[in-house]
């Protein structure tokens, strides 16, 4: 065999096992992203996190979100790839954050179910429905307007 044949054959034998390592390495890496959870939040700061199929246990987690909190499911990408190193892209949740916002329901029917209590407050006025049966409506003014009859019933009705 002549020196060139045995040098390809040899650059072929290299390039074959460093293709199965290769292969091998980038079989144990986690690309994309996946939802976990935190598990942990350490006074100190650090955060550790678990996800589905890893078998390494809570994992100590970077973070890009500041509000991490205990049991939130995060989306997680993975340094170069590596599971063991999780970094937290995100919260996911399945609502939007409402604060400062309108919240339009739209239904035939809305029915809001409360063990104790029921209150809706808006500035200075209110509407509060206790367990008891009582209803307290309150405001700097109530305005009851009717297009036909307007009842007030009661086993007793005082006015002022």
Not at 19 to 30: E, N, Y
Not at 107 to 119: E, F, P, T, V
Not at 128 to 143: I, P, S, T, Y
Request: hydrophobic share 40%; with cysteine.
């Amino acid at each position: 065999m002549s020196s060139s044949k045995a040098a390809r054959s040899r650059a072929t034998e290299v390039s074959d096992s460093t293709a199965g390592i290769l292969t091998a390495v980038l079989s144990t890496r986690t690309f994309g992203v996946v939802v976990g959870e935190v598990m942990y939040c350490q006074p100190d700061g650090s955060i550790s996190v678990d996800y589905p199929n890893n078998t390494e246990g809570p994992l100590t987690a970077r973070t890009l979100v500041e509000e991490v909190f205990l049991g939130a499911k995060v989306l997680l990408a993975f340094e170069m790839g590596e599971p063991t190193l999780p970094i937290i892209l995100g919260i996911v949740s399945d609502r939007a954050r409402t604060q400062g916002r309108t919240i339009h329901l739209r239904a035939d029917r809305i029915i809001l179910d409360a063990k104790d209590g029921l209150l809706l407050k808006c500035g200075e006025s209110g509407l509060e429905a206790r367990k008891n049966g009582d209803v307290h409506l309150k405001g700097r003014d109530v305005v009851s307007r009717a297009a036909r009859t307007n009842k007030v019933r009661g086993a007793t009705v005082r006015i002022n």
